[in-house]
C-alpha cells in the first residue's frame, strides 16, 4: 500500500493536515476507531483568539507565557498565536458553526485568560469540529480513511535513516501490512491513557510519541501532564470533564459545607491557571480527607445553563445531578500531555519525512502548564502548517524500497490474558505516585514498576506477537518510563509537575516580560 503522505491520527490536527494535502497529495488517514474516536472531538470549551476588541495577539503571548510558568518558546508561542485568528476563519470556512451573538461570535473567558477570547459552539466545540471536518473528509476523493488500524512502528529507508512510512495492524482483519510513503505525519494525540483517572479517550495511549522515541526522535517536557481541575465526579462519569467555561461564567468550587477555598490558594481564585487550581483541589481533598470538592454554578439562571452548556446540563441531568439546583462534584483528572515529540511550528521532527502536531507534539507552545483553549488552536496552526511544508519542500512518493522497521517485527496474535490486569497495575501506579502531587520516593517507586513493563513489554511484544492490546500496552509502558524519567530530572517544581521534595521555579514574570520585549 503507497501514498504520498500518511496521517497517525484522524483528531483536528490529523484533519486538518489531510485536507490542506487533499487537493494535490494521496493521503492515507489513518485512525485506531473512527473519526469521533479522538482527543478533539470530546473538547468542551473552544478556541483561544484574540477576537475582541481591546484584545491582542501580544496579550494572548503573555497570558500562554505566565500560564506556561516560563518554559513556553516565545517565538514559538506568537507564531502560533499569530495565525488564531486566521485558524478560526479557515474553520468558518469548513462549516463549523461558533456561537454567536449579536456582536459577532460569543467569547467566554478561562482560567489563566485576562479576557473573554474562547470561540466556542456551545460546550461541545469539538464535537462540532470533528463534524465539520470529518464529513470534508470522508467526501474528499484524495484522503483514503483507514479506521480501525492501528500503528506499529514507523518505516526507515536511508542512510543517513528518513521515515518513509508505517506498518500498520488492521484490527479488522487482524492482519499487519506495511503502508510507504514520502511523508508521516503523527497526530496521534497524548497519553492520557498512563492515568488511572482521564478525560483522555481510551485512544490516547501515546502511540505516536512511542514510536518516535523507538526511531531515534527526541521528546521533551513529558513531565508536565496537566491535570483537569475538574473532571465530573462519578462512578459513570467516564472520563467527561466539566469545561472550564463553567468557572469563566462565575463558577464557583465550594468544599461540602459550601466555603469557598480558591481565594486562600491564589489571588485569580477559580480563574487561575490549571496546575494551580488542580493542586489546590488536591490539597484541601487530601487534607480534609475528601474524594471530591464541589463545583457551584447554581446562582446562574437555569435558562442561562440550558443555553451555554447544554452538554455538562443534560450529562449532569442523566446521573441525577442538576447543575441548575446543586453543585457538581468535582476532582481533578489526568487531561493534557503538554510534552511530546520535538518539532517546530511546521511540524518537522528530528528525522526526514517525520512530522509531529497537536498533542503528539513539543511545539514549545504550551511549556510547563496549558493556557485553556490553546490546544485545538495549536492543532489547526500546526497542522495545516505541517500540509504547507510537505508541499513545498517535499515531492510526492517514489517507488517504495529499502524499507526497515523502526522497532522489531511482529506477527498478529490474540491479546493475552493478563495484558488489562498489567495495565490497571500501570495506571495505578502512575496515579498514586506521578499525579498531581510527586515526591522523590513515589518517583522512585514508579521508575522501578515502569521500566520493569516497559523492558517486559518489548520483550514480549517480540515473542508473542501484535494485538491492539500489546501494541497499547507497550507505548504505554514506554512513555510512562519516559514520564518518570523526566520527572525525577527536574529538580525543582514547575508547573504541572509539582514535587514536595523540590523548591518552586522562580516567577515566570521576567522571563514573559524579555520575551515580549523580543520583536
Known amino acids: 500500500m503507497e501514498f504520498d503522505v500518511i496521517i497517525i491520527g484522524s483528531g483536528l490536527a490529523g484533519l486538518a493536515a489531510a485536507l490542506e494535502l487533499a487537493p494535490r497529495r494521496r493521503v492515507a488517514l489513518v485512525s485506531k476507531g473512527g473519526l469521533a474516536d479522538s482527543a478533539s472531538n470530546r473538547a468542551q470549551g473552544g478556541i483561544a483568539a484574540p477576537l475582541a476588541a481591546g484584545d491582542s495577539v501580544q496579550a494572548h503571548v503573555r497570558d500562554t507565557l505566565v500560564a506556561g510558568a516560563g518554559l513556553c518558546d516565545a517565538s514559538a508561542a506568537r507564531a502560533i498565536i499569530g495565525q488564531a485568528c486566521g485558524a478560526i476563519d479557515w474553520l468558518r470556512e469548513q462549516g463549523v458553526a461558533f456561537s454567536a451573538d449579536s456582536g459577532g461570535l460569543h467569547l467566554t473567558r478561562e482560567g489563566g485568560h485576562g479576557q473573554r477570547r474562547i470561540a466556542h459552539a456551545a460546550d461541545a466545540t469539538g464535537r462540532a469540529i470533528v463534524a465539520a471536518l470529518g464529513a470534508r ?62 478525560t483522555a479517550p481510551p485512544a490516547a495511549t501515546g502511540d505516536g510519541i512511542a514510536m518516535a522515541w523507538r526511531a531515534g526522535c527526541r521528546v521533551a517536557n513529558l513531565e508536565f501532564t496537566q491535570f483537569h481541575p475538574t473532571g465530573l465526579h462519578h462512578p459513570q462519569a467516564d472520563g467527561f470533564l466539566i469545561s472550564e467555561a463553567v468557572r469563566g461564567e462565575g463558577g464557583l468550587l465550594r468544599l461540602p459545607g459550601g466555603e469557598r477555598f480558591m481565594p486562600a490558594h491564589d489571588p485569580r481564585a477559580e480563574l487561575a491557571p490549571r496546575d494551580i487550581v488542580a493542586r489546590a483541589i488536591q490539597a484541601e481533598m487530601s487534607g480534609r480527607g475528601l474524594d471530591c470538592v464541589q463545583l457551584d ?218 520575551a515580549l520585549a523580543i520583536p
Request: glycine share 10%; charged share 20%.
Open 297 to 514: 454554578i447554581s446562582h446562574q439562571p437555569a435558562e442561562f445553563l440550558r443555553a451555554h452548556f447544554p452538554t455538562i446540563h443534560a450529562r449532569c441531568l442523566a446521573l441525577g445531578i442538576d447543575m441548575a439546583a446543586v453543585p457538581i462534584p468535582v476532582a481533578p483528572a489526568a487531561h493534557y500531555t503538554c510534552g511530546g515529540v520535538v518539532a517546530d511550528v511546521s511540524g518537522r521532527s528530528d528525522l526526514p519525512g517525520l512530522y509531529a502536531v497537536g498533542e503528539a507534539a513539543c511545539t514549545g507552545l504550551h511549556g510547563a502548564n496549558r493556557l485553556a483553549s490553546n490546544s485545538l488552536l495549536e492543532c489547526v496552526v500546526t497542522g495545516r502548517a505541517a500540509a504547507r511544508d510537505i508541499l513545498l519542500h517535499g515531492a510526492a512518493s517514489g517507488p517504495a524500497g529499502g524499507l526497515e522497521l523502526a522497532g522489531d517485527a511482529a506477527a498478529v496474535a490474540p491479546p493475552a490474558a493478563d495484558l488489562a490486569r498489567l495495565r490497571h497495575e500501570l495506571r495505578a501506579v502512575m496515579s498514586r505516585d506521578v499525579g498531581v502531587v510527586r515526591s522523590d520516593a513515589g518517583l522512585r517507586r514508579a521508575a522501578a514498576t515502569t521500566g520493569a513493563l516497559r523492558a517486559e513489554m518489548q520483550a514480549r511484544f517480540e515473542r508473542e506477537g501484535a494485538s491492539l492490546e500489546m501494541l497499547e500496552l507497550r507505548n504505554l509502558a514506554l512513555v510512562a518510563d519516559l514520564i518518570v524519567a523526566a520527572a525525577r530530572a527536574r529538580a525543582e517544581s514547575r508547573g504541572a509537575h509539582f514535587n514536595r521534595d523540590r523548591p518552586p521555579a522562580e516567577t515566570a514574570d521576567a522571563h514573559c516580560a524579555a
Open 137 to 198: 473528509a470522508r467526501a474528499t476523493p484524495g484522503i483514503t480513511l483507514l479506521e480501525r488500524h492501528c500503528a506499529v512502528d514507523l518505516l526507515l529507508s536511508g542512510a543517513p535513516a528518513a521515515c518513509r512510512g508505517v506498518r500498520l495492524l488492521d484490527l479488522r482483519g487482524a492482519r499487519v501490512f506495511d503502508a510507504a510513503a514520502a511523508h508521516v505525519v503523527l497526530a496521534s494525540g497524548g497519553a492520557g491513557q498512563v492515568y488511572r483517572t482521564t
